[in-house]
């Protein structure tokens, strides 16, 4: 089984919940689709954007190969239900889920409480791949949880670009790895909420601080993208 996650720009969400039927038909499973709306709109403190224009949807989905003749049936249906003026790049991942999802049981399909924050991640100019990935998936995943109100985090490293679904490699924009985090909705617009340190000042600078200097190991804060999103589950 392999993932693919697309990042799509200038998608149309509506249709992009309607094509799961087709998807699962065409073999997709455990399908999730991300999206920037109106709810999510009080998380705009936390979006970090490096590029234009920025991802508005993400859909992730496991399938038996992403060879690219059996992938293509998924590629076009994602690309037909994004609309026609969307962007999209597709990327196969390995998944690692430190935190598997710990909150309130959702009907398929319905919005999950609170938000997904989608960051895509660059390693800096000049650091060894093995280098990133040690301070990222060995070093700061227990830095990440123990300072955050996560009820869910996953870790995707980029096995390689596939393209914008079915063109081949070229075209869709470098990415090193793609982090998926859940937080609860009042740490859309708090940042106590969202560090895990309600009512404590002290202690939310000092998870500000170990944050900063963890991420500063590993990432690019120049070509980092991060999106607030409202996630829904088909599983």
């Known amino acids: 089984m392999e993932k693919i996650i697309y990042v799509l720009t200038g998608a149309d969400g509506d249709r992009l919940l309607a094509s799961v039927d087709a998807l699962e038909a065409v073999g997709a499973m455990r399908i999730q689709v991300d999206l920037v709306d109106d709810a999510v709109a009080p998380a705009a403190r936390w979006r ?59 009907p398929r399909g319905r919005r999950t409480p609170g938000f997904a924050q989608i960051a895509l991640l660059r390693r800096p100019a000049g650091q060894p791949t093995e280098a990133f990935l040690t301070a990222w998936l060995d070093e700061h995943t227990d830095v990440a949880l123990e300072t955050q109100s996560t009820f869910a985090y996953t870790q995707n490293v980029v096995v390689r670009s596939l393209g914008t679904a079915g063109d081949g490699a070229d075209g869709a924009d470098p990415v090193d790895g793609i982090v998926e985090e859940c937080f609860p909705e009042g740490a859309m617009g708090d940042p106590h909420v969202f560090f895990d340190a309600v009512g404590d000042d002290e202690r939310l600078a000092d998870h500000t601080a170990r944050m900063v200097a963890s991420t500063s190991k590993f990432l690019d804060f120049d070509r980092i993208v991060v999106i607030p999103t409202s996630r829904y589950v088909f599983d």
Do not use: N, Q
């Open 48 to 106: 970090i954007v490096h590029r234009t224009p920025a991802p508005d949807a993400f859909v992730s989905l496991w399938s038996a190969t992403a060879h690219r003749a059996a992938r293509s049936p998924l590629d076009a249906i994602v690309r037909d239900a994004a609309g026609p003026d969307a962007g999209l790049g597709a990327y196969l991942v390995t998944e690692s889920c430190p935190l598997i999802s710990s909150g309130i049981a959702t």
